[in-house]
Structure formats: C-alpha cells, structure tokens
C-alpha cells in the first residue's frame, strides 16, 4: 500500500506537542456515526472481518499507537476495497481519522482555537506553495509540505505532495497527495487524512469544498 504514513508522523507530532495533562474523552466509540460521516463518498470503512482488511488495521493500529495517537477509523476506496479482498495490496486512495491518546488541554478548547494552534505550527515548517511543490517533484524530490490548502474557522488543511515510492499507482498518476484536515467533533480533537493521486487544482479544491461542507454541517449538531 503507498504511501500509506504520510503523515502519520507529522500529526502526532502536532498534537502530542499540543496536549497537555490527562483529562480523557469519554467513549469515543459513541462517536462512530460522526467519524463515517466526514469520509468522502466512494470510500469504504474497513471493518476487519476479512482477514486482509484485518491485517491492514492491526499495522495502521499498531503505527498510530507509537505516535501517541489512537485510530478510529480506517477507509480505502470502495472499489479497490474488493481488490484488497483478493490480496492486492498496492492501493493508492485510503484515509484514517486519529484523534491523540492524551488529548488534555485540547478538549477544552474552541475548534477555532484548534485551529489556530494548528495553523501556527504549520506556518512554522519549511513549506511551499503547491505549484512549488510541482515543481520540486519534477526536479528529483521525494516528497514536498506545500502548507494550508485552506482553511475556515472550524478546520484547516494542509498537505504533503510525494512521489509513489513504487511507481505509477493504480490511477496511472505517481504523484500522491496526503492531506490532514485538523477540526474537532465536539470535544475531540481529530485529524483527517485523505491520500490519493494528485490530479490538478480545480479537483483538489473541489475535494476540499466538499469535506469542508461535511465538517461543517456535523459541527452545526453538535
């Protein structure tokens, strides 16, 4: 599977950095519904009944784990759902949602105060614009922070452009895009991360339009 710890690392980083002291969230297994609710259409939730789906979990688990982070939800898409089935693993359009083991301060806080924590660590980085980032990968590099995407009073995105370390993926296109979407389900804070084939602007802000539209409405009940 490609590409598949982006941004693992980075997300951990964050809000490891960001949590202080040990106040818990309660059940986050209530919050099921909203987790399936912010996956874009066209992928699946793995549940782990099938053995292969179950192997694929028990890593993503396992890594998200040593991050200090705790997975709650894993999705692929839906029609290489069934490839996966049949024992191909080389995807390349999946997603987690991970939230931090430790969350402390952080759920006490405003999702626009998330936010902003958010994006001043990501102003931080050595970051590019998307276009640079193109650019950079055309030139020989692997992998490239092109900063926020977007970003709205209750979520912010940035990403990480990265050359498919096996060649072209199943889209035909070998330049992966791994974006985290930093907003919080009531009091948990969460983040998002879809990668996919990078195809050109106009659809990464389609994409974005639309996962904007999900976390707001499910802000709103909330």
Request: glycine residues 8%; aromatic residues 6%.
């Amino acid at each position: 599977m490609k590409s598949a710890f982006l941004a693992l690392t980075f997300v951990g980083s964050v809000l490891v950095a960001q949590s202080v002291g040990s106040r818990q969230l309660g059940s986050l297994d209530s919050a099921q519904g909203l987790y399936e609710a912010i996956i874009p259409p066209g992928f699946c939730v793995l549940s782990g009944r099938d053995p292969r789906e179950a192997q694929v979990l028990d890593h993503q688990t396992r890594s998200t784990e040593d991050a200090s982070l705790r997975l709650l939800s894993y999705f692929i898409d839906c029609d290489q759902l069934s490839q996966l089935r049949a024992g191909i693993v080389e995807l390349d359009r999946f997603g987690y949602l991970v939230t931090p083991v430790e969350p402390g301060g952080l759920s006490a806080i405003s999702t626009a105060r998330y936010v902003d924590l958010m994006a001043a660590h990501i102003t931080n980085k050595k970051t590019v614009s998307l276009e640079e980032g193109l650019k950079r990968l055309e030139k020989g590099a692997k992998d490239v922070e092109v900063g926020v995407l977007r970003r709205d009073h209750d979520v912010i995105y940035e990403g990480r452009l990265s050359r498919q370390s096996l060649g072209m993926g199943q889209s035909g296109n070998d330049i992966a895009i791994a974006l985290n979407g930093y907003t919080k389900l009531g009091a948990i804070p969460v983040v998002i991360t879809i990668v996919l084939p990078y195809q050109d602007r106009a659809s990464l802000d389609k994409l974005l339009e639309a996962q904007h539209q999900r976390l707001s409405a499910i802000a709103q009940t909330n």
